[in-house]
């Protein structure tokens, strides 16, 4: 199981249930690499999709206590742990946890990977944070990529790996 996200340089990811940002080369990023897979979300990060729709091409959990008010194409789990078993668990191929906040926090600790999209910038309007990999043990950066410039914003795509299940 993987992770993506796109945050600022404190790690902030959303203002009000939705992102910081729009960048076109990194949603290209995104969907190359969640296009045929699992997704799991929180029902915020849902509802921030346009008009509230699935992802085409994925399956899509949400981790919802309101599975009711979900559209069609949506499987519901009422907790990340029953959102894992749904999927399959946490080795199972091409599954990507997307978000919000605290989907990341619940589930980080079962990722390989984060496929983090660095905007190097400060927002101050931001309530939503990813866990600062800097700072937990057992995650490292194995690939930094080349920063690149897109609506003003620089960014880089940097690759962390979970030493604990990665060896």
Same mark, same amino acid.
């Given at each position: 199981?993987?992770? *993506?996200?796109?945050?600022? +340089?404190?790690?902030? *990811? ?8 729009? #960048? ?23 509802n921030s999709f346009p008009d509230g729709k699935p992802?085409? +091409? ?8 309101? &599975?009711?008010? #979900? ?13 894992? &078993?749904? &999927? ?6 091409? #599954?990507?946890? *997307? ?5 990341? &926090?619940? %589930? ?24 600062? %990999? ?5 995650? +490292? ?16 795509? *940097? ?5 604990? %299940?990665?060896?």
């Amino acid at each position: 199981m993987n992770a *993506i996200v796109v945050a600022d +340089q404190r790690w902030a *990811i959303g203002h009000n249930g939705g992102l910081l940002f729009s #960048l076109p080369t990194d949603m290209r990023r995104f969907r190359s690499l969640t296009v045929d897979g699992t997704v799991i979300m929180g029902h915020l990060t849902l509802n921030s999709f346009p008009d509230g729709k699935p992802l085409p +091409q994925r399956r899509n959990i949400v981790i919802t206590r309101h &599975a009711d008010s #979900l559209p069609a194409g949506v499987e519901a789990a009422s907790s990340p742990e029953k959102a894992l &078993a749904l &999927a399959g668990g946490p080795e199972t191929p091409d #599954l990507w946890i *997307i978000g919000g906040g605290s989907i990341y &926090a619940a %589930l980080l600790s079962r990722c390989r990977r984060v496929y983090l999209t660095r905007v190097e910038t400060h927002v101050d309007e931001s309530d939503t944070f990813f866990p600062n %990999l800097d700072k937990l043990p057992n995650w +490292q950066v194995e690939s930094t990529g080349e920063m690149q410039e897109e609506n003003g914003l620089n960014f880089r795509f *940097i690759e962390y790996v979970n030493t604990k %299940l990665i060896h």
